[in-house]
């Protein structure tokens, strides 16, 4: 069963669903699993609860509308004007989105929704738009990932996870459906920067000692 981590009651919209050698190391992930000392005890946990689309026997999720199809076009949503940073023209992502430390990129798929292999991020990497990340998306240390849109990332066979290591940001508006855990290590921040943000997740909701939630006021 799926929970619900709401961070502002305002929330809603829709949300979605390498051979190549990474010039950051994934060993990272790991270590999150092992970093990760506890589960959050701050004041998010009252508000997460099973979205009524879950429940019931044989109930699972289902892929978006806007994922059906080739091509299928997108509408600019309203949570477009609510970036706090200018999204990129529309481009073609790269399938293994990897952005080294000192580094910075910016790309954006509003009109078509983009699949992903994996994201990995250690430096600055600004998204605008529909992502859908078949394995867990790495945010290494130093890395900040500005995201507004709808981020799909695993699936419900193959579940994969969001990790924010030590010292990285993951700043988001729009809508994150996680497949399978949220993992926030020592330092990292995970913070909301809309009135609409809204994360589900399918596994656990892992906040570490010293991990940073930051809800929007």
């Keep these: 069963m799926y929970k619900k981590l709401l961070i502002l009651s305002l929330a809603s919209g ?5 051979c190549q050698k990474d010039e950051i190391s994934e060993e990272t992930q790991t270590e999150a699993v092992i970093n990760a000392e506890a589960k959050s005890n701050s004041d ?3 508000k997460i609860h099973e979205p009524d689309w879950m429940e019931g026997p044989g109930a699972q999720i289902h892929e978006p509308d806007w994922m059906e199809g080739p091509g299928t076009s997108i509408h600019t949503p309203e949570w477009t004007v609510e970036s706090w940073f200018e999204c990129a023209e529309e481009s073609e992502i790269p399938a293994n989105l990897v952005v080294p430390s000192n580094k910075e990129a910016s790309y954006s798929a509003i009109e078509n929704a983009t699949f992903l292999n994996k994201i990995n991020v250690g430096g600055t990497l600004n998204v605008c738009g529909f992502v859908a990340s078949t394995n867990t998306v790495n945010l290494h240390r130093g890395g900040v990932f500005n995201f507004v849109g709808d981020m799909y990332i695993g699936s419900e066979e193959e579940p994969a996870d969001l990790v924010i290591n030590y010292g990285s940001h993951f700043n988001f508006a729009g809508n994150v459906m996680i497949t399978g855990d949220l993992i926030v290590n020592n330092g990292g921040t995970l ?22 939630v930051k809800e929007f006021e």
């Design 14 to 18: 829709l949300f979605f669903t390498s």
């Design 44 to 46: 998010l946990d009252g």
């Design 191 to 212: 913070e909301q920067m809309g009135d609409h943000a809204e994360i589900m997740v399918g596994g656990d909701i892992i906040y570490a000692e010293g991990a940073i």
